[in-house]
């Protein structure tokens, strides 16, 4: 497991933009899967993107064209850039890991609030 750790939450108007950081503790960072969750009250937490070891990304549809996600390896850090921000963006963030061929995180961020106001 690595250590996660997320940053650049905030409040922002609908229609704003923010851009989360997450950056791992430990080695073979750029073996692993990396994703972004989030978790709006009262809801499930949903996946928002997977950053696949090859650099590929998927996307969740309610968020695709609006935010982008990247990583660099030599950093040990993942970003999510969100624009186009909507009320329904407001959950908390959380930055994830798994390695090997899992496709499901075994380490998690502490997650980061984004508050989007309309």
């Known amino acids: 497991q690595v250590q996660l750790v997320e940053s650049g939450g905030g409040s922002v108007q609908a229609g704003g933009s923010l851009r989360l950081s997450c950056v791992a503790s430990g080695s073979s960072f750029s073996l692993l899967t990396l994703y972004w969750y989030r978790q709006a009250p009262g809801k499930q937490r949903e996946l928002v993107a997977r950053?696949?070891?090859?650099?590929?990304?998927v996307y969740a549809d309610s968020v695709k064209g609006r935010f982008a996600s990247s990583r660099d390896n030599a950093k040990n850090s993942v970003y999510l850039q969100m624009n186009s921000l909507k009320a329904e963006d407001t959950a908390v963030y959380y930055c994830?890991?798994?390695?090997?061929?899992?496709?499901?995180?075994?380490?998690w961020g502490q997650g980061t609030q984004v508050t989007v106001s309309s």
């Open positions: 994830a890991a798994s390695g090997g061929t899992t496709m499901t995180p075994n380490s």
């Open positions: 950053i696949m070891r090859g650099l590929s990304v």
